[in-house]
């Protein structure tokens, strides 16, 4: 998770941070290491396509240092100007926008399950509850297939940006999150959600339509996965 805050050219140290949070964050002998990068000072191309043609050099990277189906990860990034926000994503990672009243994902997960979402058969909160609600369709570092990114761009006001992985979403729902976003100080918001999400206690209980209508569904459980993000608050 990379949030940055400029307008000029890139530089050498958003290509290392790219490079070296592909390679850490899902390693083959080590799946649950998860590098962390936050309030970096990165410096920003002059336009998204650019930002989007420069994942691909960095997937390209990763290919020629490790090779293929060896390591991958998903990316989500925010860079905050004064008149526009960008948001790439590859993967099921979320990027949310926060105002008092609002709580709005701004990018679509790149997973078999949010297909599901998409068409209508499915709640959004309800997604944690399929077996296979981990499989992305979309990946940085595995291959050229499946590395392709969304770029978002914002120009709707908010409060405050918040980034992080699916560890959150996998067990708390939309409203909780904005509760807690809501309940706290800006300095306390990703401890709190981060904390609710690994050793919050919950009783998660599977709705009856889909028992009916799905086979492959469990019982999710707090800290069931990496859970880690970044907060930006204006």
């Known amino acids: 998770w990379v949030l940055g805050y400029s307008d000029d050219e890139m530089n050498n140290f958003f290509i290392k941070a790219l490079i070296e949070s592909a390679i850490n964050s899902y390693r083959i002998d080590n799946p649950t290491q998860s590098f962390f990068c936050s309030e970096i000072d990165i410096l920003y191309p002059p336009n998204h396509k650019e930002f989007m043609d420069f994942i691909g050099y960095v997937n390209e990277t990763i290919l020629k240092l490790y090779g293929e189906n060896t390591l991958g990860t998903t990316i989500c990034m925010a860079i ?10 590859i993967g099921d990672s979320r990027c949310y926008i926060f105002t008092d009243k609002e709580f709005i994902q701004v990018n679509e997960d790149d997973s078999e399950v949010y297909r599901l979402y998409k068409n209508g058969s499915v709640n959004k909160n309800d997604l944690k509850y399929f077996t296979y609600n981990n499989l992305i369709t979309r990946c940085i570092g595995l ?20 980034l992080f992985s699916d560890g ?3 067990v708390l729902d939309e409203e909780e999150i904005f509760s807690i976003i809501k309940s706290n100080d800006k300095e306390k918001i990703l401890d709190a959600i981060v904390d609710k ?15 009916a209508k799905y086979k492959y569904l469990f019982t999710p459980f707090n800290g069931k996965d990496n859970t880690s993000g970044v907060v930006y608050v204006k």
Request: glycine share 4%; hydrophobic share 35%; net charge negative.
């Open 197 to 211: 999400a690994v050793y919050g206690e919950k009783d998660f209980v599977i709705p009856e339509y889909l028992k």
């Open 168 to 170: 959150v979403t996998d």
């Open 80 to 89: 905050v100007n004064e008149e526009k926000t960008f948001v790439l994503n």
């Open 143 to 162: 291959n050229n297939d499946l590395c392709r990114s969304r770029c978002y761009i914002i120009d709707k006001k908010f409060d405050g940006i918040i």
